[in-house]
C-alpha cells in the first residue's frame, strides 16, 4: 500500500469516525443531522475499496438509533435505509441482513408512523435488492415485452403473470417472509400485531401471491399455513376490535384465497363449493370469508340506517325497493309446481333450492366486537371532519367490498345461495353508495361480471416463448405473434344460451336502485375519479346487453355526457385524463346498440369530439390520446369484419382511415407509440395488405420524427413501445441496411451539448441499431467490425459525459442512459453469438483493435463506480468473443471492491471461457469437460489471467 492510499485510509477513519460521534449524539437533532450526513456519503463508502468494513460500525450505531425515543429520528433512520440504492450495491448480504433486521425491529414500534414508515421502506429495500438482476442480467425478451404490454394497458387479453414476475425479487421477499411468519406465534403486544400483520397486507398487496407464488407458499395444491392462521383470527380473536387490524387480516386473507383459485384454476370444480377449481379445505375458508365480508357490509348497512344489530345476528332482511317480475314469476311457476306436480321445461336459474349459505358459521361474539368497533368509529365519524377518521370508519367497509368483487369473479352463478347474497347486495348498494361510492361500483360490476359468465376464471394461453439465448429474436417473435392475441381477446359479449340471457334478466329490477343513486351521484359530484367509475359501471350494463333505453330512455344522461366536453376544451376538469378514458370506454360500447333506425353515438361523432379535444389548446397527452386509444381498441382489435355488411365494412374503413391520418399528425408526442402498436397489430388481424402499407408509413414518419429530433424519447416504456413498432411492421419496409449505416454514420459525426441531447443521441443510435439488427437476423448479414467499434466508444464517451455533467449521489437521474448503453452491449452481445458473426468476431478480437477495446474498458470501469452494471455487461460481451488480450482484462479487474466479489466473478469468467474453449475449439464431450474443467477452477486467480492461457495452452495433453 503507498504513501497516498495510507493518507485516504486515515482520512476515510476520520471521516466514519465523525459520523459514529454524531450518531451518538445526546440531542435527538444531533442525531437526525447525523443521520442525514450518512445517508449522503453511505453508497460512496461501500463502493469504497476499505468502506464496507467502516459502514460495520456505522451499522451497529444505527441498530441503537432504533431504540431512540424520538419517532421523528426513526423515521429518518427508516428513510436512510429505504433510499440505499441496493440493485447498485453488489456483494454486500450481510449489510443487507442488517438493514432488513433493523426495518423488521422497527415493525413492534409504539408509534404508528414509524411502523408504516418500516412498512414502506422494507417494500422498497425487497425492490431495490430484487431489481439488481431483473432486467439487467435477464434477458431483453421479457424485459421489453413486459414493458410493451404494461404501456398499451390491455390486460383485457389476458396475460400471462409472468410477465411480471421478477426473480430476485422473489427470493428477497422469500428471506423476508422467512423472518416474519416464524413470529407471528409469539407476538405478545398490539403494536407488534399492528406491524407485523400491517407488513404482511402490505407486501402481499405489492407482491402478490397469484405472481410470486414460491415466496408465499402457493405454488402446491395444499394453502398455505399462514391463510389458515389468518382465517382462525378473523373467526375467533379479539384483534378485530382494531379496525386496521381487521382490514389488514382481510386483505390478507383474500389475497392468498385468490392467488390459490389462480393456482387450481384449471381443476374440475366441486359441486358442494361456489368457487372454480379451488381445493376442498380452500372452499371452505373462501365460504367463510365471503360469509365474513357479507355480514360486515350488511353490518355498515344497519349502522348507517340507525338500526342496531345485537349480538352478531342481522336484522330481517328488507325486500327489494323494486320488485323483480322475473323473480315473482319464477316464484309463482314453482308454487304450481308444487301444487299440480306439473314440470316446465323453460331455464330457471332462480329455481334452484336456496342456500345454506348463511349457516355458515360466523361467531356471534366475534360480530359484536365488530360492531361495537363499527359503531364507535361511526360515532366519531359523525363529529369529526378530519380524513384520518374517515379513512378508520370506512376502511374494513372498503376491503370488504373489494373482497367480494374479488370473490365473485371467481364465483358459480349457479351454486345454491349466491342467488340471494346477490340480491341482498343489490339492495344494500344504494345505503353504502353515499359513503363509498368507488368500491360499490366496483363490487357491482364484478356482480355483474358474474351474471354475464365473464368472470376472472379464464385460462391464459402464451403466444410466445422465451428464456432462449437469442432473446432479441424472441422479442421479434412476440412482436410477430401479438396480433393473434388481440383476436383472441376480441370480446363483444353475445348471449349463448337462454339460460345465460334469463340470468342478468332475472335480477334487472334489482339493479335499478343503485343505476339511479349512480346516475344522479354523477353530476352531484365533482371528483373525477367517481364521475370515471359510473361510466364504467354503465358501460359494463351496456356489455351485458342491457336494454340502454330503459336506463336512458331520453337520453338525458348521454347527452349530459356530451355536454361536459365543454368543461374539458375550457381545462376545468381536474385529472382530466381519467374521465375521458372512462367518457370514451362507455361511448365505445354504446356505439354497438341500434335504438330503432339510429344508434345513441356512432363513430364520426366521437371523432368529432375528439378533434374538438385537439383544437381546445389542452394537453394532448391528457385529453385527445386517452380518447383515441379507446377508439383504436374498437375499431381495429373489437368489430374486426365480424358479422357486418359490405356497407357497413366499407364505413368503418374509411373511419379506420381517418383515425390512422389522425393519429400520424401525433407522431412526434410519445404517448402515442402504444397506440401505434395496437394499431399495426389490428390492422395486422384485418388485412395483410393494409398492415403492409402502412408499416411503411409508420416507419418513415417515426424515422424521420427521432432523427429531426420532433420525437423526444425520455422513458424506458416509450423507447420500448417504439423498438416493439419497429418489431412489427413488415420487414419489407424497413430502411436498407445501407440507410442505417449511413444514418448511424451521421449520427457518429454529432455531439450533444446537454444531458438532454445526449440522451436523444443515444434513442437515434440504438433505434437504428436494433431495427438494422432485425434486419441481419432476416437476412443473415453482417456489420463491420469498426463501425461497430466507433458506434460503441461513442456511445460510452457520450455515457461518461453525461454522468460527469451530473453529481455521483444523483447518477439514479441518469438510469435512462444507463440502459441505453446496457441495450446496446446486450444487443452487440446477442450479435456476436451468432454463427454468421464469426467473421466479426474474428475481426474484434484482433490485435489492432486492443487500444480501442482498452480504451472503452477504462471508461466502464470509471463509471462502475456510480453503477457496477457497466462492468458486468462488457464483460459478457467479451466472454462471448473469448477475448483474449490480458491487458483488457487487467482494465476491467483492476480496483474491484470488494475483493468477494472480485472472487466470484473470476470464478464465473474462468468457468465460462474454459466451458465455451473447450466445447466450441477441442469438441470435447461433457464428461471428459468435467476433468478439465476441474484442473483448471482451481488456478490461483491472483496471479492473473496469464495463467488460464498457459493452462489452455496445455489442454492438449489431457
Known amino acids: ?20 460521534t454524531g450518531l451518538v449524539d445526546k440531542s435527538n437533532i444531533g442525531v437526525k443531522y447525523a443521520l442525514s450526513a450518512v445517508s449522503e456519503c453511505f453508497v460512496t463508502l461501500l463502493r469504497s475499496r476499505d468502506g464496507a468494513s467502516f459502514l460495520g460500525d456505522v451499522f451497529g450505531n444505527l441498530f441503537a438509533i432504533s431504540c431512540n425515543p424520538y419517532w421523528l429520528v426513526k423515521v429518518t433512520l427508516v428513510e436512510l435505509l429505504a433510499g440505499i440504492e441496493w440493485d447498485s450495491v453488489i456483494m454486500h448480504e450481510e449489510l443487507q441482513d442488517r438493514a432488513m433486521n433493523l426495518l423488521l425491529h422497527l415493525l413492534s414500534d409504539e408509534d404508528v408512523r414509524v411502523r408504516s414508515s418500516s412498512i414502506s421502506a422494507l417494500i422498497k429495500f425487497i425492490q431495490a435488492c430484487g431489481n439488481r438482476e431483473d432486467w439487467i442480467m435477464g434477458n431483453l425478451n421479457t424485459y421489453f415485452s413486459r414493458s410493451v404490454i404494461e404501456a398499451i394497458s390491455c390486460d383485457m387479453f389476458g396475460l400471462p403473470d409472468k410477465l411480471h414476475f421478477r426473480s430476485n425479487v422473489s ?9 416474519i411468519i416464524p413470529h407471528l406465534g409469539h407476538l405478545d403486544d398490539k403494536h407488534s400485531i399492528a406491524g407485523f400483520y400491517s407488513a404482511l397486507a402490505s407486501l402481499s398487496d405489492s407482491f402478490p401471491p397469484s405472481v410470486y407464488k414460491s415466496a408465499w407458499r402457493c405454488g402446491s395444491q395444499e394453502a398455505p399455513m399462514l391463510f389458515f392462521i389468518v382465517v382462525e383470527l378473523l373467526q375467533s380473536s379479539p384483534i378485530v376490535s382494531d379496525m386496521f387490524i381487521h382490514q389488514n387480516l382481510l386483505t390478507l386473507a383474500s389475497n392468498i384465497f385468490l392467488a390459490m383459485i389462480n393456482r387450481n384454476i384449471e381443476s374440475p370444480p366441486d359441486e358442494n363449493y361456489p368457487f372454480i377449481g379451488s381445493p376442498v379445505n380452500l372452499s371452505v375458508c373462501g365460504l367463510y370469508l365471503l360469509h365474513h365480508t357479507y355480514a360486515i357490509v350488511k353490518l355498515y348497512k344497519s349502522v348507517l340506517s340507525s ?8 336484522s330481517q332482511k328488507k325486500p327489494s325497493p323494486v320488485l323483480s317480475p322475473a323473480k315473482k314469476l319464477i316464484k309463482d311457476s314453482s308454487d304450481r309446481k308444487a301444487t299440480d306436480g306439473e314440470s316446465d321445461k ?11 349459505l348463511h349457516g355458515i358459521p360466523v361467531c356471534p361474539v366475534q360480530m359484536k366486537r365488530i360492531e361495537d368497533s363499527v359503531q364507535q368509529s361511526w360515532k366519531v ?8 377518521v374517515t379513512h378508520r370508519f370506512t376502511c374494513v367497509l372498503v376491503t370488504s367490498l373489494e373482497i367480494l368483487g374479488s370473490i365473485f369473479g371467481w364465483t358459480r352463478y349457479d351454486y345454491p345461495g349466491i342467488t340471494t347474497v346477490i340480491e341482498d347486495l343489490l339492495a344494500i348498494a344504494p345505503n353504502i353508495f353515499i359513503l363509498t361510492p368507488v368500491p360499490t361500483l366496483k ?8 351474471l354475464n359468465f365473464s368472470s376472472s376464471a379464464a385460462v391464459i394461453d402464451e403466444t410466445f416463448r422465451t428464456g432462449t439465448e437469442d432473446t432479441l429474436a424472441d422479442f421479434l417473435e412476440f412482436c410477430d405473434n401479438f396480433y393473434k392475441r388481440l383476436a383472441a381477446g376480441r370480446k363483444i359479449l353475445v348471449y349463448q344460451t337462454p339460460s345465460e340471457k334469463s340470468c342478468l334478466g332475472a335480477h334487472i329490477r334489482s339493479f335499478e336502485p343503485i343505476v339511479i343513486s349512480a346516475l344522479k351521484t354523477y353530476w352531484a359530484s365533482s371528483d373525477s375519479s367517481i364521475q370515471a367509475e359510473i361510466l364504467l359501471f354503465v358501460s359494463e350494463l351496456v356489455k351485458g346487453h342491457v336494454n340502454y333505453a330503459m336506463v336512458d330512455s331520453s337520453q338525458v344522461f348521454l347527452n349530459s355526457v356530451i355536454k361536459q366536453f365543454g368543461f374539458l376544451e375550457d381545462g376545468h376538469i381536474r385529472n382530466s385524463a381519467t374521465l375521458v378514458d372512462a367518457m370514451f370506454e362507455y361511448f365505445t360500447h354504446l356505439s354497438h346498440i341500434d335504438r330503432q333506425t339510429k344508434k345513441f353515438i356512432d363513430t364520426p361523432k366521437m371523432l368529432q369530439l375528439c378533434d374538438d379535444l385537439v383544437a381546445s389548446g389542452q394537453n394532448p397527452a391528457t385529453n385527445y390520446i386517452p380518447a383515441l386509444k379507446k377508439i383504436v381498441y374498437d375499431l381495429f382489435i373489437y368489430r374486426g369484419n365480424v358479422g357486418v355488411s359490405n356497407l357497413e365494412k366499407k364505413e368503418i374503413e374509411a373511419q379506420r382511415e381517418v383515425l390512422f391520418q389522425n393519429i400520424l399528425k401525433l407522431g412526434h408526442i410519445p404517448e402515442t407509440l402504444p397506440i401505434l402498436f395496437v394499431l399495426l397489430h389490428g390492422r395486422r388481424g384485418i388485412s395483410e395488405a393494409k398492415w403492409s402499407t402502412e408499416s411503411g408509413i409508420v416507419s418513415k414518419v417515426l424515422l424521420d420524427s427521432i432523427e429531426t429530433h420532433k420525437l423526444i424519447i425520455k422513458t424506458s416504456t416509450h423507447f420500448h413501445c417504439l423498438i416493439g413498432i419497429f418489431f412489427s411492421v413488415h420487414a419489407t419496409t424497413l430502411p436498407s441496411l445501407d440507410k442505417l449505416r449511413l444514418s448511424l454514420s451521421k449520427a457518429l459525426q454529432t455531439e450533444g451539448t446537454d444531458p438532454n441531447s445526449l440522451k436523444q443521441w443515444m434513442v437515434i443510435v440504438n433505434t437504428n441499431w436494433l431495427v438494422m439488427l432485425r434486419t441481419i437476423h432476416q437476412y443473415e448479414e453482417t456489420v463491420s467490425s469498426k463501425l461497430l467499434l466507433r458506434i460503441l466508444l461513442k456511445f460510452v464517451d457520450s455515457t461518461n459525459k453525461l454522468f460527469t455533467w451530473t453529481r455521483v449521489s444523483d447518477a439514479s437521474n441518469c438510469s435512462f442512459a444507463v440502459e441505453q448503453l446496457v441495450v446496446f452491449l446486450k444487443a452487440t452481445t446477442l450479435l456476436l453469438r451468432k454463427e454468421a458473426s464469426g467473421e466479426l468476431a474474428s475481426q474484434l478480437i484482433a490485435e489492432e483493435n486492443v487500444l480501442e477495446f482498452s480504451k472503452i474498458s477504462d471508461k466502464l470501469v470509471k463509471m462502475s463506480v456510480a453503477n457496477p452494471v457497466f462492468r458486468k455487461v462488457l464483460c459478457d460481451m467479451l466472454t462471448v468473443l473469448n477475448y483474449p488480450w490480458i491487458r483488457v482484462w487487467e482494465s476491467i479487474l483492476h480496483s474491484w471492491q470488494p475483493a468477494e466479489a472480485k472472487e466470484v466473478f473470476i470464478s464465473n469468467l474462468v468457468s465460462t471461457l474454459v466451458k465455451d474453449l473447450v466445447s466450441s475449439v477441442f469438441g470435447i464431450e461433457n464428461r471428459e469437460f468435467r476433468t478439465i474443467h476441474h484442473k483448471v477452477f482451481f488456478t490461483n486467480h491472483n496471479k492473473g489471467l496469464h495463467k488460464l492461457h498457459y493452462r489452455l495452452g496445455s489442454i492438449s495433453l489431457f
Open 346 to 356: 323453460k331455464p330457471k336459474p332462480l329455481q334452484r333450492q336456496q342456500s345454506n
Open 307 to 314: 338500526q342496531v344489530v345485537g349480538g352478531g345476528t342481522t
Open 171 to 179: 427470493k428477497y421477499l422469500e428471506k423476508v417472509l422467512n423472518r
Open 381 to 388: 365519524y359523525k363529529s369529526n371532519l378530519d380524513p384520518l
Open 1 to 20: 500500500m503507498n504513501n497516498g492510499m495510507v493518507e485516504n485510509t486515515q482520512t476515510l477513519e476520520e471521516l466514519v469516525s465523525i459520523l459514529v
Open 443 to 450: 363490487c357491482i360490476k364484478q356482480i355483474l361480471r358474474c
